[in-house]
């Protein structure tokens, strides 16, 4: 399968999942269950990437063996135009998206 219908394909399946709504003070966004416990084609093919190709390669780069356990989730961000407030002790600025 060409990468693209593949990507195309896979976002369908994660769009056919539920997803709660998360808040909080800062952003809010929609996050799927722990994809481990999703049973999709596609979904199952990324998990497989995930522990075998990056599992391998983190090792690899880091010289940590690791367990091989991912947990990974799917969240959907909607733009609001809203504006953001950054803001630290040392310096603090605000940051309006398209205007």
């Known amino acids: ?37 999703v049973n999709k084609p596609l979904i199952n093919s990324l998990k497989q ?14 010289n940590i063996k690791l367990n091989k356990k991912v947990s990974v989730t799917c969240s959907s961000y909607n733009y609001s135009g809203k504006c953001i407030i950054f803001y630290s002790s040392i310096v603090s600025f605000e940051f309006e998206s398209g205007k």
């Open 1 to 37: 399968m060409h990468d693209t219908e593949y990507l195309k394909d896979l976002k369908e399946e994660l769009l056919d999942l539920e997803f709660v709504k998360k808040k909080n003070d800062l952003y809010q966004f929609h996050q799927s269950c722990d994809l481990s416990v």
């Open 49 to 62: 990437f995930l522990v075998e190709e990056c599992c391998a390669w983190l090792e690899m780069a880091t």
